[in-house]
């Protein structure tokens, strides 16, 4: 009888101590989610994770350009006229499409630009980037002027 008792009592434990750490990792997941949710109120959208792409993308070209490299696009720029916005009212004005437009000009002069116009073809980019920025979305302009 006594050892069912003792069994018992440490199957009782090791249930209890189960259960514990369950319930920290899951308040650990919530304050993970919390802290998502302070550094993006709004949640994220197709357009907000595009830009985070486009920026990324940008400091890699940052660097070709730098050495003087052929630069190398992945992301389908193009989305920013498509994609999912936080506010699909402002995307779908006649100023954002400008913007997203002369972006995308940029962009493509990047892209054909020859070795020596390659600093001022990023230049340009990254201002049109800041000038979409400073009228919908100033958030990330520190970030942005750090591409400069």
Known sequence: MKYYRNFLAIFLLTIAITISCTNEKKEKTLNED????TINPNVDSELSI????????????????KNGEQITVKLNHEEIL???ATDPDEAASPEYKAFANLYLQSLKNLKSAKSDELVNFYSVMVENCMACHKVFCPGPLDRIRKLK
């Open 50 to 65: 595009l830009m985070r792409n486009m920026f990324d993308e940008a400091k890699a070209i940052k660097k070709q350009v």
């Open 34 to 37: 919390q802290a998502q949710q």
């Open 82 to 84: 498509t994609a999912h």
